[in-house]
């Protein structure tokens, strides 16, 4: 069956938060050419795994590892696909695309949100035919809203383990509401792999659902 304008609509609407993502990496990428306060630790540590030195590690960093390999993770796959060979010379592992690896890392966090933010605070409407829909287009801008929170929001376009964090932890949270208890172990565990401090969000995750348990 065709899709009506209000469904188009509705699908359409999780392009917000990508173009809003898209737009602030691609003036930051503009603007700021070299790395950026604490960058220069992540990228150089990314650029090392990127040369295939996964045994050298900057006593500096104080975080896991997690957001380098899934960095070094999707510019081996976009190095294979056009059949050229990593390095940390290589464009697919330059400051720039490393930005925007943490963009789309970001676009998952606004999806996230939005079955979050569905869950949460239901709200529906209708089209013509009186049937109920998810106003997508409310969710994805509350999702923009929140995406804009300076503590976020600041991270969204720099090469920081702030948003690929975010993103494991919103995805545990989201996968624990909906009864998903192993994969959102499996995805809170991961999720300290990219931040330590994590732990303290999983353990509201798991009280929640045992709380949820006894109702």
């Known amino acids: 069956p065709e899709m009506t304008r209000v469904e188009w609509v509705t699908r359409a609407a999780v ?3 990508a173009i809003l993502a898209s737009l602030s990496t691609t ?5 700021v050419r070299e790395p950026y306060m604490d960058e220069i630790f992540h990228v150089t540590q990314t650029q090392t795994y990127c040369d295939g030195k996964f045994g ?10 997690g957001l380098y390999l899934v960095a070094t993770c999707i510019a081996q796959v ?9 390095s940390s ?14 963009c789309f890392l970001g676009f998952i966090s606004a999806l996230i949100l939005i079955e979050l933010i569905s869950d949460l605070h239901p709200t529906t409407t209708k089209d013509k035919d009186s049937k109920p829909i998810t106003s ?3 969710l994805a801008l509350h ?14 376009s720099m090469f920081y383990t702030d948003v690929g964090s975010t993103a494991a932890v919103l995805l545990t949270y989201l996968l624990s509401r909906r009864k998903y208890v192993v994969a959102s172990a499996v995805v809170g565990a991961v999720s300290l792999v990219f931040r330590q401090t994590n732990a303290v969000w999983i ?4 009280a929640e659902r045992i709380i949820k348990s006894y109702e």
Not at 203 to 206: I, T
């Open 15 to 17: 392009l917000v938060p």
């Open 27 to 31: 003036l930051v990428n503009y603007h």
């Open 56 to 65: 050298e590690w900057n006593p500096k960093i104080t975080t896991p590892p």
């Open 78 to 86: 976009l190095s294979t696909l056009t059949g050229s060979k990593l």
């Open 89 to 102: 010379g290589s464009i697919f592992c330059s400051l720039s695309a490393l930005r925007w690896y943490n």
């Open 136 to 138: 997508r287009i409310r």
């Open 143 to 156: 999702a923009c809203c929140l995406l804009a929170y300076p503590p976020f929001f600041f991270f969204l």
């Open 203 to 206: 353990c509201f995750v798991v």
